[in-house]
């Protein structure tokens, strides 16, 4: 059971390159979300999903886009990065809002 | 909006101390509260999930208590070892049911042997 899959581990992009972080998971959870998480702020909201097919905005979701076309993917999209986005992102999982959410090891990202 | 706040932000304790680390919130009207624990390069491991309609959750050494009418929440750990060594976060959901959490920005635990 590998529970939330995040890939890459650790990437490095230039100012204006796009990439797609990816998320999986193998629990059947209807609830997906994204965090970046930075040193003095926390962990904050990117954007999350309650289903296939439904996407919603979370606090900080400028630059970033998403998808869910399964119920076991849900990727980030950066469209053109920019170094305010150097940070760590997690993406987590849950069946409810009920039930504890479920975290992946992180996507360590530097832009430069 | 919903803020959530941990003090302070990091403990430095000797082993075998009974600790209690605290979690506030500002909106009491929440649906559940979790405490997570993240270990150095790692993601966030659910520790325990307090529903509204309880006061209290207990896993091993571990006990986390909710009073939503003074918005707080308190993790008790029993009898601390050098391996409870992390940095510990509360979470609350933004409003009610919601399904976007609000995180504090932790406490950061070292348990010395």
């Known amino acids: 059971n590998a529970g939330v899959t995040q890939t890459p581990k650790f990437q490095v992009l230039k100012t204006g390159q796009s990439m797609t972080l990816q998320c999986a998971q193998d629990m059947n959870h209807e609830y997906m979300s994204w965090y970046r998480q930075d040193p003095g702020m926390g962990l904050r909201l990117i954007h999350y999903?309650?289903?296939?097919?439904?996407?919603d905005q979370g606090e900080v979701p400028n630059g970033y886009n998403v998808s869910r076309s399964t119920t076991e993917d849900f990727p980030l999209r950066l469209l053109s990065a920019a170094p305010s986005q150097t940070s760590v992102y997690f993406c987590?999982?849950?069946?409810?809002?009920?039930?504890?959410?479920?975290f992946g090891d992180g996507t360590r990202l530097s832009i430069l | 909006k919903q803020e959530v706040t941990q003090i302070p932000a990091a403990l430095s304790v000797p082993e075998g101390e009974n600790l209690v680390l605290n979690c506030s919130f500002t909106d009491s009207a929440i649906y559940n509260l979790q405490w997570f624990r993240q270990d150095p390069g790692k993601g966030l491991t659910s520790l325990l999930l307090i529903q509204s309609s309880q006061r209290e959750q207990t896993s091993g050494r571990l006990n986390a208590s909710l009073d939503k009418s003074s918005g707080r929440s308190t993790l008790y750990i029993a009898a601390s070892q050098p391996g409870d060594s992390a940095t510990y976060l509360c979470a609350v959901p933004a409003q009610g049911g919601s399904e976007k959490l609000v995180f504090g920005k932790g406490m950061k635990l070292t348990v010395n042997p």
């Open positions: 999903s309650v289903g296939a097919g439904i996407t």
């Open positions: 987590a999982s849950s069946d409810s809002v009920y039930q504890p959410q479920h």
